[in-house]
């Protein structure tokens, strides 16, 4: 991160760890974990948002964006997603129709597996991210309607562990929770 920027990352955030499981709509994923990191960045400066591109970009998780979180559920069966929040609050929900509910804010980052349905539920007039795919991986556009299964299951199987944590780089985070059987 510049030096103008004037951001502070927070090596021991609180990490939220979560497995989401099928619901019959929604693949979710089984096999890694949703990770919410509470606080993981302080944020300051005039261009808030550059703070978690410049990070992602640092860490190997580009093709970055700025805006919100879909107000429907959907999912990506061919990549990743990383969302850094830089500004305001929201209410997301994770897993599709019957999810957990996270109240996310400024600093916050949500690490979401291929498959894991995400949906805004409500957020404040402020409220805007950064988004990331890792190196590599390009999102498609899934609803939960029908047809979409099984070939989205067989994508998100085929999707890749990302080379590093997008906040943490190659020895924390994601690289902790993100075990995979040998």
């Given at each position: 991160?510049?030096?103008?920027?004037?951001?502070?990352?927070?090596?021991?955030?609180?990490?939220?760890?979560?497995?989401?499981?099928?619901?019959?709509?929604?693949?979710?994923?089984?096999?890694?974990?949703?990770?919410?990191?509470?606080?993981?960045?302080?944020?300051?400066?005039?261009?808030?948002?550059?703070?978690?591109?410049?990070?992602?970009?640092?860490?190997?998780?580009?093709?970055?964006?700025?805006?919100?979180?879909?107000?429907?559920?959907?999912?990506h069966s061919t990549a990743h997603e990383v969302l850094g929040?830089?500004?305001?609050?929201?209410?997301?929900?994770?897993?599709?129709?019957?999810?957990?509910?996270?109240?996310?804010?400024?600093?916050?980052?949500?690490?979401?597996?291929?498959?894991?349905?995400?949906?805004?539920?409500?957020?404040?007039?402020?409220?805007?991210?950064?988004?990331?795919?890792?190196?590599?991986?390009?999102?498609?556009?899934?609803?939960?309607?029908?047809?979409?299964?099984?070939?989205?299951?067989?994508?998100?199987?085929?999707?890749?562990?990302?080379?590093?944590?997008?906040?943490?780089?190659?020895?924390?985070?994601?690289?902790?929770?993100?075990?995979?059987?040998?």
């Amino acid at each position: 991160m510049s030096q103008d920027q004037n951001a502070q990352l927070n090596q021991s955030p609180e990490v939220i760890s979560q497995i989401v499981q099928d619901d019959g709509t929604f693949p979710n994923n089984a096999a890694v974990p949703l990770l919410v990191y509470q606080g993981a960045v302080t944020i300051a400066g005039r261009d808030p948002a550059a703070v978690f591109e410049e990070l992602f970009s640092a860490n190997q998780w580009g093709s970055s964006w700025r805006n919100g979180i879909f107000g429907f559920h959907h999912y990506h069966s061919t990549a990743h997603e990383v969302l850094g929040v830089y500004g305001g609050t929201a209410k997301v929900q994770l897993g599709g129709e019957q999810g957990a509910v996270f109240e996310v804010k400024a600093g916050d980052v949500i690490i979401i597996p291929a498959g894991v349905a995400h949906k805004n539920l409500g957020s404040s007039r402020d409220f805007r991210i950064v988004g990331a795919y890792p190196q590599g991986q390009s999102p498609d556009m899934c609803y939960g309607k029908p047809g979409e299964r099984p070939e989205a299951d067989q994508q998100i199987a085929g999707v890749t562990m990302p080379q590093a944590d997008p906040v943490y780089g190659a020895q924390g985070g994601l690289r902790e929770y993100w075990v995979t059987p040998d």
